[in-house]
C-alpha cells in the first residue's frame, strides 16, 4: 500500500499546499481527503484529522501514524531527493521538532489568512 497524507478536503490552503509538495516533492504517496477516508480503518478519528495533517505508512498489516510537523518531516525523509533529507531529520530533533511543531499549528490556525502564499502559483 501507498503511503498515505490525509488532508482537509474542505480546506483550500490544505490542498493547495498538498498539491505544491506533490509537484515538488513526488513520490509514492498520495493524498487522501479526510472526507474519503475510512478514518476507523486507518487507526484515526475526526478530531485527530481536523486538528493536523496525517502521514501513514502501511508496514506489516498495520498503518503507522505520524501527524503535524512530524507528518511533512516523514514525508520528505521518504523522498528520492536527498537534498531534503537532512531537512527532514532536522525537523525530527528534540527541540527543533517542537518549533516544527509550533509553526505548524500556528499556520494551520491561520490558514484561511495565508491563501496569499498560492496566488502565484
Known sequence: MKPLLITDGNCQFCQLSAAW???????????????????????????????????????????????????????????PKKYIKPIAYLMLVPGISAIAQFVYLLVAKNRSKLMWVFRSS
Open 21 to 79: 509538495l506533490a509537484r515538488h516533492f513526488p513520490g509514492e504517496w498520495i493524498n487522501q481527503p479526510s472526507q474519503k477516508s475510512d478514518l476507523s480503518q486507518l487507526g484515526l478519528t475526526k478530531a485527530q484529522v481536523d486538528k493536523q495533517v496525517w502521514y501513514l505508512t502501511f508496514s506489516d498489516g498495520t498503518w503507522s501514524k505520524s501527524g503535524g510537523a512530524k507528518a511533512i518531516a516523514k514525508l520528505l525523509m521518504d523522498q
